[in-house]
């Protein structure tokens, strides 16, 4: 008996121990850890000619080299893209044809306008939608493709001693793989 009397306070003596060990610590510490994995940016050049002389003498096209270089870190599933964002056109034609607009005696007349069109390696682009912009081609590795213009406009149509001018806007940006 009393050898269990003994084993029962030496017992009582433990739980009362561990009971006061566990009251100490019981304070909750938070540690925060949060990951971050630094994506570097899509990095290109793109190389466009920065002006085109368009000459027509029948059937021939003019053609500009567009090449992009140094491709690195594009996101899956995208390309760098070549648009087509404005370009001179026919006024008061919707889509917006595209047109150089004649120029006779240094004074503007737009009733002379010669039509054309831009082909790329993807798409090719005759008329612009407002707020549209055209995709011509696209690359998601280093690559350099001709694009060419082409005259829309008969050759018997064009006016003598007219000097036909107009501009191009092309945008670059990262777009979806279509």
Do not use: C
Not at 162 to 175: C, R, T
Request: no cysteine; net charge negative.
């Amino acid at each position: 008996m009393k050898k269990f009397i003994s084993i029962i306070l030496t017992l009582s003596l433990v739980l009362s121990m561990s009971a006061a060990a566990i009251a100490e610590y019981d304070e909750t510490r938070w540690v925060e850890v949060s990951f971050y994995e630094e994506v570097a940016a899509p990095a290109y050049y793109v190389t466009i000619p920065e002006a085109v002389q368009l000459s027509y003498t029948g059937m021939d096209f003019n053609y500009i080299n567009i090449k992009v270089s140094e491709i690195s870190n594009l996101p899956n599933a995208k390309a760098v893209g070549i648009l087509l964002a404005d370009a001179s056109h026919v006024y008061g034609m919707h889509p917006r044809t595209l047109a150089l607009h004649g120029h006779f005696e240094g004074k503007t007349d737009y009733d002379y306008y010669l039509r054309y069109a831009i082909h790329g390696s993807y798409h090719s682009a005759y008329d612009l939608d407002y707020g549209q912009d055209a995709l011509l081609g696209y690359y998601n590795e280093e690559g350099s493709d001709q694009y060419y213009f082409e005259i829309l406009t008969d050759y018997d149509k064009i006016m003598p001693n007219v000097a036909y001018s107009g501009y191009i806007v092309f945008g670059i940006k990262l777009i979806n793989i279509p």
